[in-house]
């Protein structure tokens, strides 16, 4: 029972801790809640589901299309949003983020309906038995392509030129554009990268639970926020292990203490973790400059 | 006199007006972003609900003690939360006010999801504008006295207003305090109007209405605060667009006054000019609200 959670749990984490690595990107270079992240999983997971039964494009390739239609709708927002913001103060982009989190649901309310839609399984469902856990084959999708994911952003951060001028750009802004990185290209790339990995996250989340929905971004992006606070905001690690923490946590809670408070328990973590350590677990806390 | 379309028109302008000018006094007065107004809102409906129902209180003693269960709810939130300065406010505001929706969405005395109905129709046009000039009046006095001075101290620069020995703590709890006694009063108004509440009609999308009639009437003016408010639940409901273009009209003010004019249609500003190159309505150096170069 507890270890078949710890897996139902480590999955929905999964999908978290990819939704909160947008969030912890934008965050880490702009300092920017980028509220409009829910919508642009949500996008993700419409495209994936409207090539998967539209187009009858394979899943692998409707997977890769909703990431790259994603993160040009992620670059589009930071473009008409956030890029006229930039020397405004931060409450202001703040109340604009929030304002096209809104616009990109309600357009999706208006162009999609409010009824949900069924996302078809691309593989033929499979149960794996042991005599402790059942885990299905979307499962261990699930898992597997998050994992790489993570892996591949790890190495895009940590190896490439342009993970090193993302880096150099989260320390100091002024200081990386005197180095001679281009700062709004930089921004641009953390904007696609991030919107990808939260598109990925909403096909995931569309062939796990089968349906889709304009709604759907809301509570995991409120969610992803959470999870990357958790493990400290502007951290990659922290995203990672913020999400898949909740995810757990999540599931735990639900299983053991009360399944109606499921969605309460992820804010009650939140002020919590805001009251006690607001950098995070593995963040580091910046004090305010006078 | 007016036809019951109209009528309602009135009072949920009025009942908005209270919401805005009292969410203008923390967020826009005093600067610290709420996303949460909405959740003091159902606590102020619920409350005042319950009062009439079970308790049989007459209506100003329900009103009242909605009220001031929200305030306390303000100060009780108000307390750990004001640790935190910005969008991580903001963003503890928003965890507060699902925890709020979803507890309400659970609880067996607020009908759960159900909904609570059967609230007698005690709000009558006369209540909301006394109820919301009484609002207007006494946010005022609040703002042309020293707490409001000091109030607008801290959202210039915490720092400094802190070294001139001004309690910022204590400021920041009473905005909330206050601000939430007026949330919860438009709450109480609300559910004594219409007659059956949910919990859901007081989520995360109710605080952003809230926050755009602020943000279209100006931060840290509460004249602006009406206007936004007057204009943004009249103009709907005028031009006949559906609920469905509402929420889109939302998000796309937000969007549109933050690039345009972000001091809104009326300035909190004494000034009306803006140095060049600087776009933010404030001229303090609190670090959220000022503009970087």
């Given at each position: 029972m507890f270890l078949q959670q710890l897996i139902n749990g480590l999955v929905l984490g999964s999908t978290y801790a990819l939704i909160a690595l947008g969030y912890t990107m934008v965050y880490g270079i702009i300092e920017l809640i980028n509220f409009a992240h829910g919508e642009i999983y949500m996008f993700g997971a419409f495209v994936g589901m409207y090539l998967v039964t539209v187009?009858?494009?394979p899943f692998v390739i409707a997977f890769l299309l909703a990431m790259v239609l994603a993160s040009l709708l992620g670059v589009t927002v930071e473009f008409l949003a956030y890029r006229p913001l930039r020397r405004s103060s931060r409450l202001a982009a703040l109340i604009s983020a929030i304002g096209a989190s809104i616009f990109l649901q309600n357009l999706a309310l208006l162009v999609m309906g409010p009824r949900p839609y069924t996302f078809p399984s691309p593989f033929t469902p499979k149960v794996y038995k042991t005599s402790l856990v059942t885990i299905s084959r979307v499962e261990i999708i699930i898992l597997v392509i998050s994992f790489l994911l993570m892996i591949g952003l790890t190495f895009l951060i940590q190896k490439t030129k342009i993970g090193k001028a993302m880096r150099a750009t989260a320390q100091d802004k002024d200081a990386a554009s005197l180095m001679g990185i281009n700062i709004d290209l930089v921004i641009t790339v953390t904007f696609a990268v991030g919107s990808a990995l939260g598109a990925a996250a909403g096909v995931m989340v569309g062939i796990y639970f089968r349906t889709v929905t304009p709604m759907m971004g809301l509570m995991p992006g409120l969610k992803g926020f959470v999870a990357a606070v958790l493990g400290g905001i502007g951290s990659i690690p922290g995203a990672m292990l913020g999400g898949l923490l909740l995810g757990i946590a999540e599931v735990m809670g639900a299983a053991y203490i009360s399944s109606q408070y499921r969605d309460a328990i992820a804010f009650a973590i939140l002020i919590i973790v805001l009251l006690f350590k607001p950098a995070g677990l593995i963040g580091r806390f910046m004090q305010e400059k006078v | 006199m007016f036809s019951a379309y109209y009528l309602q028109i009135i009072i949920l302008v009025g009942i908005n007006i209270i919401m805005a000018t009292s969410l203008n006094l923390i967020t826009g007065f005093t600067g610290q972003l709420s996303i949460g107004h909405a959740a003091f809102m159902s606590i102020g409906a619920y409350a005042a609900a319950l009062a009439t129902l079970k308790l049989g209180l007459p209506f100003f003693g329900s009103l009242f003690f909605g009220a001031l269960l929200a305030a306390f709810f303000g100060v009780l939130i108000g307390v750990p939360t004001l640790k935190l300065k910005g969008d991580y406010l903001a963003i503890a505001t928003l965890g507060f006010g699902e925890i709020v929706r979803i507890v309400f969405l659970n609880l067996k005395i607020t009908g759960g999801a159900v909904g609570l109905r059967g609230v007698p129709k005690n709000t009558t046009i006369l209540w909301v504008i006394v109820a919301a000039i009484l609002t207007i009046f006494v946010l005022n006095r609040i703002l042309k006295s020293r707490v409001g001075r000091a109030l607008v101290a801290v959202r210039e620069d915490e720092t400094a207003a802190e070294s001139m020995g001004i309690n910022t703590t204590y400021y920041k709890i009473l905005a909330f305090g206050v601000g939430a006694f007026f949330a919860g009063l438009g709450g109480g108004l609300f559910s004594h109007y219409f007659q059956y509440i949910h919990p859901n009609s007081f989520g995360f999308l109710r605080s952003i209405e809230h926050l755009c009639m602020v943000v279209l009437g100006g931060l840290g003016n509460i004249w602006g605060s009406i206007i936004g408010a007057a204009a943004l639940t009249a103009i709907p409901e005028f031009l006949r667009a559906s609920a469905d273009y509402r929420q889109l009209f939302y998000g796309a003010i937000l969007v549109l006054m933050m690039r345009i004019r972000p001091e809104g249609i009326i300035s909190g500003k004494k000034s009306r000019k803006i140095p060049p190159g600087k776009t933010s309505?404030?001229?303090?150096?609190n670090k959220f609200l000022k503009a970087t170069r």
């Open positions: 187009f009858k494009v | 309505a404030w001229r303090g150096k």
